[in-house]
């Protein structure tokens, strides 16, 4: 079935510091208040390891993911409780999602992420905003992650013919962006995490 051509550009948009602002330092706050000294651990082991981009990659669920970081260091905390602490890390940007929304009305507009199973479901339920893009597209469903090519080439599979996308990420423009892309910051940039 051939694709209709459309010459108004999808528009993606990153979620994290886009979006949402998200820190990693109130992660860790949130963590070693369920049990002193459980943020430094947990906050490593999701953001600078390779386990950490195993579960933004799908390759490992959550429950795995817990186990293999917490066991080691010998973390009393329970799974739902990590749970819970993990995705209390958001922060909306009000006036870009509402910009997604007002895009969404007269455009094709995709979310495109770096975000984990344990993540993603409680987003889209949380910020209804999300849900305005006519493709929601985490890195945990596609198996791989921003800045891979092949992350763009498998939203291109899920969405008609565009001729131009913009991508309006925090990443670098170059780091990323397929040929044909214009790149933008957010019109609204995060402020520094309280």
Known sequence: MAHPLSDKPLIVFDIGNVLLRFSQERAGENFDRIEPGAGPVLVRALWETRLGLDLEKGR???????RRAARPAGLAMGYAAFCAAFRDIFTPIPENLRLLIRLSKTHSTALLSNTSGIHWRYL????PALQSARWPLA????????PN????KLLSKKQVLILR????SMIAP???APPNAWVSKPC???AASP
Do not use: D
């Not at 996308?165 to 309006?168: I, V």
């Open 165 to 168: 996308t913009w991508f309006t």
């Open 149 to 152: 090519p092949r992350i763009f």
């Open 60 to 66: 490992v669920a959550g429950p795995e993911f817990f």
């Open 188 to 190: 609204a940039t995060p």
């Open 139 to 146: 890195s945990h469903l596609l198996k791989c992650m921003k």
């Open 174 to 176: 170059n780091s990323f």
């Open 124 to 127: 889209l339920r949380t910020y």
